[in-house]
T-cell receptor
Framework: AQTVTQSQPEMSVQEAETVTLSCTYD???????LFWYKQPPSRQMILVIR??????QNATENRFSVNFQKAAKSFSLKISDSQLGDAAMYFC??????????????FGTGTRLKVLA | DTGVSQNPRHKITKRGQNVTFRCDPI?????LYWYRQTLGQGPEFLTY????????KSRLLSDRFSAERPKGSFSTLEIQRTEQGDSAMYLC??????????????FGPGTRLTVT
């Protein structure tokens, strides 16, 4: 069964600094999708960044980038120039390939990011 | 595009009562998902619809739970004979089918259920 592991329950970063959140996953598939979602306190989850497993190039979205290591099954999120508004729970999620017949996400347990002024 | 909406946002009920939640997906999205999130955990998949057809159900979805999407638009999730263990945030998400970014799910704000 596919699993997603986030081993850092909580991280802190100084404003304007860089922080990396870790995520590892387990799958026997070769083609799949990975995501990072942000869940601010009492607010809905929003997509931060996505990565298709068939793409070797790491995805970037403004201050957010990933380090996708397919062989190691690792998918870390780097946040550069951290801002107070980045404080939230961050969830790593895995979605199997379309050929699997399922479209559900499998989430990790999350990392709470605190941004210190 | 008004996003995914869920009602109610909060529900407090007594053990043994029935509750029903509603989800309105993004209008052009034909896939709709329900997840449950307990404190300190990531969301766990419950069930999924494509149009009006319920195509997948998790083992978490006991026979006290039922979900419908009668016209392929909004969906309801009903929990009968609620138990304290049902206390959680119930999240709804929607997505398109097809190529491109169809694999991205957009989440609603959730319904927080408290069973006393």
């Amino acid at each position: 069964a596919q699993t997603v592991t986030q081993s850092q329950p909580e991280m802190s970063v100084q404003e304007a600094e860089t922080v990396t959140l870790s995520c590892t996953y387990d799958t026997s598939e070769s083609d799949y999708y990975l995501f990072w979602y942000k869940q601010p306190p009492s607010r809905q989850m929003i997509l931060v960044i996505r990565q298709e497993a068939y793409k070797q190039q790491n995805a970037t979205e403004n201050r957010f980038s990933v380090n996708f290591q397919k062989a190691a099954k690792s998918f870390s999120l780097k946040i550069s120039d951290s801002q107070l508004g980045d404080a939230a729970m961050y969830f790593c999620a895995y979605r199997p390939p379309n050929t699997s017949g399922t479209y559900k996400y499998i989430f990790g347990t999350g990392t709470r990011l605190k941004v210190l002024a | 595009d008004t996003g995914v909406s869920q009602n109610p946002r909060h529900k407090i009920t007594k053990r043994g009562q029935n509750v029903t939640f509603r989800c309105d997906p993004i209008s052009e999205h034909n896939r709709l998902y329900w997840y449950r999130q307990t404190l300190g955990q990531g969301p766990e998949f419950l069930t999924y619809f494509q149009n009006e057809a319920q195509l997948e159900k998790s083992r978490l979805l006991s026979d006290r739970f039922s979900a419908e999407r009668p016209k392929g638009s909004f969906s309801t999730l009903e929990i009968q004979r609620t138990e304290q263990g049902d206390s959680a945030m119930y999240l709804c998400a929607s997505s398109k089918s097809g190529g491109g970014s169809s694999y991205e799910q957009y989440f609603g704000p959730g319904t927080r259920l408290t069973v006393t």
